[in-house]
């Protein structure tokens, strides 16, 4: 088993910056890829960034160049650095670990992120 820990979300104004950070625990060597998804009102889960282990990193088209993902492989944690924050970046942001077979299987309680116009 894995566990997640989200932090870092909260009330942010139109334009401004966040910082989530993950860290995993447990059974981590089981984890290849961990990334970020969310939940905007009213939508549908959609991903956000992920990121390997080697690493290589891909992100939703909208968040490319406003949001980095990183990984410190030395305590099992990932961040988000959110950048230009829009209104429409309010969600709760998720942060997942897929096994090595690709499924996602565990994932965080989520944090809220909202950002004021």
Known sequence: QVQLVESGGGLVQAGGSLRLSCAASGSVSSINVMGWYRQC???QREMVATISRIPTTSYAGSMEGRFTISRDMGNHTIHLQM???LPEDTAVYY????????EWRYWGQGTQVTVSS
């Open 41 to 43: 009102p009213g939508k």
């Open 83 to 85: 950048n230009d924050l």
């Open 95 to 102: 942060c997942a670990a897929s096994l090595w077979n690709g």
